[in-house]
Nanobody
Framework: VQLQASGGGLVQAGGSLSLSCVTS?????MGWFRQAPGKERDFVAG????????SYADSVKGRFTVARDNFKNTVFLQMNSLKPEDTAVYYC???????????????WGPGTLVTVSS
């Protein structure tokens, strides 16, 4: 499975950015993780099943929205009210499984940098 992400860039605090990721095949689950400098890679948001059940990290709830287009094998991440602490390399993920609300992806895409200036 190949993943190709797009979007990201530089935005001021309070602004918005959107990310998208296309996969070469449809998978049960898709999502986004991020890794800030000097920190571990953390879950951001995921979506699973044909109906698109979303889940979010507490730090982004109410600000980020994850969605998927099953026909286009694409997952989206709309990021609003961005904060400097959202600055990170964002990674698209696909496949794998959920255990409860914890997502364990199987496939990873290349990261895309999101920088939020204060």
């Amino acid at each position: 499975v190949q993943l190709q992400a797009s979007g990201g860039g530089l935005v001021q605090a309070g602004g918005s950015l959107s990310l998208s990721c296309v996969t070469s095949t449809r998978t049960y689950a898709m999502g986004w993780f991020r890794q800030a400098p000097g920190k571990e890679r953390d879950f951001v948001a995921g979506i699973r099943g044909s109906g698109g059940l979303p889940s979010y990290a507490d730090s982004v709830k109410g600000r980020f929205t994850v969605a998927r287009d099953n026909f286009k094998n694409t997952v989206f991440l709309q990021m609003n009210s961005l904060k400097p602490e959202d600055t990170a390399v964002y990674y698209c993920a696909a496949g794998g499984q959920y255990t409860g609300d914890t997502y364990y992806p199987e496939y990873w895409g290349p990261g895309t940098l999101v920088t939020v200036s204060s």
